[in-house]
């Protein structure tokens, strides 16, 4: 944060996300395979952090990658990401970060 300046902490984590990926959202399945929606570009930032985390289906999994992303972003782990690199690495967590002061969400973070 900059002393003297009106940003607040939010601003900064915003300046913060130098990367972009794609995030197509779920649309189904047809029968054979997942299907999705055209990708969406985002702003975000990829950590390379090795991390023990527990899926929603109470699963213990070994995340490689955190994509933290602005809080308004809509993404669920059945969406399918693209980074930088054209890869597409499975969504094993999605985390809202909430806001210190109010009910919002500041950033999430996808873990891959």
């Not at 794609?22 to 055209?38: F, R």
């Not at 993404?75 to 693209?82: A, C, N, Q």
């Amino acid at each position: 944060m900059r002393w003297g300046s009106e940003l607040t902490f939010i601003d900064d984590f915003r300046e913060s996300l130098n990367q972009i990926i794609l995030i197509h959202a779920y649309k189904g399945n047809d029968g054979y395979q997942d299907t999705y929606e055209e990708g969406r570009s985002y702003p975000c930032r990829f950590y390379n952090v090795s991390s023990k985390i527990i899926k929603s289906d109470n699963i213990v999994a070994i995340s490689t990658t955190q994509i933290h992303l602005d809080g308004e972003v809509e993404v669920s782990e059945r969406d399918k990401v693209t980074l930088e690199d054209g890869s597409n690495p499975m969504i094993l967590k999605v985390q809202k970060v909430p806001e210190l002061d109010s009910e919002g969400c500041y950033k999430i973070i996808i873990f891959t």
